[in-house]
């Protein structure tokens, strides 16, 4: 039927385009200052980028007519995203393992951080395009969300998932601190102020923003209002307008110092101790 010639299509783009992507970025790692490469870490990663490889491109002479054929190559699929899950983790410890053995470089870190922030884009585009693949071909429908297509939620409820992620840092926050902020949320829709505000999105893409905003909003609240009875809230406004949706997190974390925001968004720079890695759970700042 119509859903199998869709998978064959899928199955003919993806073993071409799959093996230009990780190809691109494999290059963009061997480009790497030599003292990052040579990090445990950044090794690891580089070896997952050479196995995926490899395993997509045992599909380039296979044929899309055979039901034998699409069924591996979802499989291999599921295998090549499920070793590429710690890539994120793993990578930034290299970074760590670089910053220990050699200090600060200004020039390595503007290599660095203009490398990661292409690295990260690539890994999320590819991720995007295997799971894509996986959750329409594999013969089953997700009982929690059976309207995604895909990953991607037609309706997807903004402030749902604003809730879901601060849920989770809140549990981390109060594993670490014993205590979190309260939330309160306003919504404005400028296209429907009747409606809850939902956009076409991928909400797990939505959530992993929104939790690593919510770790650093309830870390400094808690660290500079220790001696106060009440933490102040963390305040989140969820507008739509005819064009775009805008997230504004505020917290009362006593704000950054002018010289330092320049900073903010580089890899190499925190406003907190470095996490430990390996100690089995996931740190509220890293």
């Known amino acids: 039927g119509s859903s199998n010639a ?15 992507r990780l190809s691109n970025i494999m290059k963009e790692i061997n480009l790497l200052p030599d003292r990052v490469l040579r990090t445990p ?18 599909f380039l002479d ?6 034998a054929t699409l069924g591996q190559f979802t499989d291999s699929l599921v295998t090549i995203r499920n070793r590429h899950n710690d890539v994120v983790p793993t ?27 292409r690295f990260y884009l690539s890994r999320i585009s590819i991720r995007m395009l295997i799971n894509q693949h996986t959750l ?44 979190s902020p309260d939330l309160e949320i306003e919504e404005v829709n400028a296209t ?23 770790k650093n909003a309830m870390r400094a609240p808690v660290e500079s209002h220790e001696s106060s009875p009440r933490l102040p809230p963390i305040k989140v406004m969820v507008a739509l307008g005819q064009e775009d949706l805008s997230i504004r997190m505020s917290d009362r974390g006593m704000g950054v ?10 890899y190499m720079y925190s406003t907190a101790p470095t996490p430990q890695m390996g100690t089995g759970g996931t740190p509220l700042v890293g």
Request: proline residues 6%; aromatic residues 12%; charged residues 20%.
């Open 136 to 179: 329409l071909f594999d013969g089953s429908t997700n009982p929690a969300h059976p309207k995604h297509i895909g990953s991607i939620d037609p309706h997807c409820n903004v402030a749902n998932v604003v809730r879901d992620a601060y849920n989770m840092a809140k549990l981390l926050c109060d594993k670490y601190y014993m205590a």
């Open 91 to 117: 990578m930034a410890q290299g970074v760590i393992e670089y910053k220990e053995a050699y200090g600060d470089d200004p020039v390595s870190n503007q290599n660095i951080q203009y490398f990661l922030d």
């Open 6 to 20: 869709c998978e064959k299509t899928s199955f003919a783009f993806l073993r071409q385009e799959l093996p230009v």
């Open 192 to 214: 429907n102020s009747q409606q809850p505000v939902s956009i076409v999105y991928v909400p797990s893409h939505l959530y992993h923003m929104l939790f690593e905003l919510f």
């Open 62 to 67: 296979r044929d899309p007519e055979d039901q």
């Open 41 to 58: 870490s950044v090794q690891l990663v580089q070896s997952w980028y050479v196995q995926s490889l490899l395993d997509i491109m045992e």
């Open 257 to 266: 110092p002018l010289r330092k925001i320049e900073r903010l968004f580089s």
